[in-house]
């Protein structure tokens, strides 16, 4: 049975995917899904092992084939004089043949995180590997500068390093007023399928890191920082897509989302914890609270936030998002017996 383009291509991208996730009944998978025979399922298979785009691992398992490239920068040969070099010398050539969407969002990230590495870091060397399969493509940045986290630290006076981190989700953060803006960590994280930096045994990120890779990198604490990022090599997103979601009409950045079960290692209780989430929203309009996976907050917690804050700030939209049962009895309670 023949297909056109755009029904194979369909196919063939469900059927790698199914092999990414390591089913154990692709055939059996592709072929319930399209309502198409195994024996068809088998011809694209074979197909894709010749085009060395999968592997066979055993009978009826594959793998997809992941290359992998490795580049090393170093600052005293001039290679961190511009972030066009690295971009044109380490990603580009792979990225080069994926959609114009994908390009622009990989070109204004990596861009991005190379001058940080540039500007902030005060690193000499600097290693980056770019993984690459037919779905995905995944960049690594490691330098053996100063770590973001303990510049962010030192720069503002921070206490700890995990009020840093916090100020990181906001956005709108820079040790370098003059010459940045503060938004590329930001928005590289929201553009990105995946997004994590690890440095000084502590990691920020978007995504919930189950992953035991990035953990035994944050607890390695190696010197230096080190950003990982991800993105499908067909992905839909546009960088100003991104850019629109936390934007006014005018295209100014007014809207921050903090996601707070990646900043507080349990339910967040006290005053205290508030005011560290409270600190620089007022650069902001709207700012979503992500709640997910928070079990509880403390009352303190809460009344500061949405009370206290609230009261003193009432040009500033806090919107609460993905509360469970029992921390919306608790944000009920505070607001209401106002």
């Not at 991005?112 to 690459?132: C, L, R, T, W, Y």
């Not at 960088?239 to 967040?268: E, W």
Request: proline letters at 2%; charged letters at 25%; hydrophobic letters at 35%.
């Amino acid at each position: 049975m023949k297909f056109n383009e755009d029904k194979k291509q369909s196919i063939i991208l469900y059927l790698l995917e199914k092999i990414e996730q390591k089913d154990d009944a692709v055939s059996k998978a592709v072929s319930g899904a399209f309502s198409i025979n195994q024996n068809t399922v088998h011809t694209y298979i074979n197909e894709l092992v010749e085009n060395n785009i999968i592997k066979r691992v055993r009978r009826g398992q594959y793998e997809l084939i992941k290359e992998e490239y490795e580049y090393d920068l170093k600052r005293s040969q001039g290679d961190l004089d511009t972030d066009t070099y690295a971009y044109e010398k380490c990603l580009y050539p792979h990225i080069k043949n994926l959609a114009e969407n994908v390009e622009a969002v990989w070109s204004y990230s990596f861009s991005e995180m190379i001058n940080n590495v540039m500007d902030h870091s005060f690193a000499e060397n600097v290693k980056i590997i770019v993984e690459q399969d037919y779905l995905n493509t995944n960049v690594i940045i490691a330098d053996d500068g100063i770590g973001i986290f303990e510049k962010i630290k030192e720069h503002f006076g921070y206490a700890t390093l995990d009020e840093a981190i916090c100020e990181l989700f906001k956005g709108k953060l820079t040790t370098d007023s003059k010459n940045h803006s503060g938004e590329g960590i930001f928005f590289s994280s929201k553009m990105m399928d995946d997004f994590f930096i690890v440095s000084s045994g502590k990691i920020f990120t978007n995504n919930k890191y189950d992953n035991s890779r990035i953990i035994s990198m944050a607890e390695s604490n190696v010197k230096g920082t080190c950003v990982i990022m991800s993105l499908s090599n067909f992905s839909n997103k546009k960088p100003q897509d991104v850019f629109d979601l936390y934007a006014n009409v005018d295209g100014g950045f007014i809207k921050t989302r903090i996601p707070l079960k990646n900043i507080f290692d349990g339910s967040p209780v006290s005053r205290s914890q508030a005011k560290r989430v409270c600190n620089r929203l007022e650069k902001f309009k709207e700012v979503l609270l992500d709640f997910g996976g928070i079990q509880w907050m403390g009352q303190g917690f809460a009344h500061q936030l949405f009370v206290v804050f609230a009261n003193e700030h009432p040009e500033i939209q806090l919107i609460p998002i993905n509360m469970n049962e029992d921390v919306t009895k608790m944000h009920i309670h505070v607001t209401q017996a106002e």
